[in-house]
């Protein structure tokens, strides 16, 4: 009934592109690809300075994007505004502090 986190990375980095990019309007589809981006250098085995670099940028494009398509300062869409959204701008401190995802991420251990 829901998905593991294995079926969700499978639908953001191979399914997802390809289906979205012609349902969505430009700038969702354009938020989603950037989301897809940081994804892909989180989940790197080994990350360079310069990657966290990258992640930082992204992180600030993807939430910006995401405030502006799914929230647009109106109160009635604030709920889209999860702390997991927030959490995003922390990856590369995260990661600076405790290594690439991979090595605590969930998605070996599931089912």
Excluded at 52 to 59: G, P
Excluded at 69 to 78: N, T
């Amino acid at each position: 009934s829901s998905w593991t986190s294995s079926e969700w990375r499978m639908w953001l980095l191979t399914y997802g592109p390809v289906v979205l990019r012609h349902k969505l309007h430009r700038d969702h589809y354009i938020n989603f690809m950037t989301f897809q981006r940081l994804y892909m250098i989180v989940s790197r085995r080994s990350i360079s300075k310069q990657d966290c670099d990258t992640i930082s940028l992204l992180a600030v494009e993807f939430v910006q994007s995401f405030e502006r398509i799914y929230y647009g300062d109106d109160d009635d869409f604030v709920s889209v505004c999860t702390v997991q959204v927030h959490y995003l701008l922390h990856l590369a401190q995260d990661i600076k502090q405790l290594g690439p995802a991979g090595h605590y991420a969930q998605w070996p251990h599931e089912r």
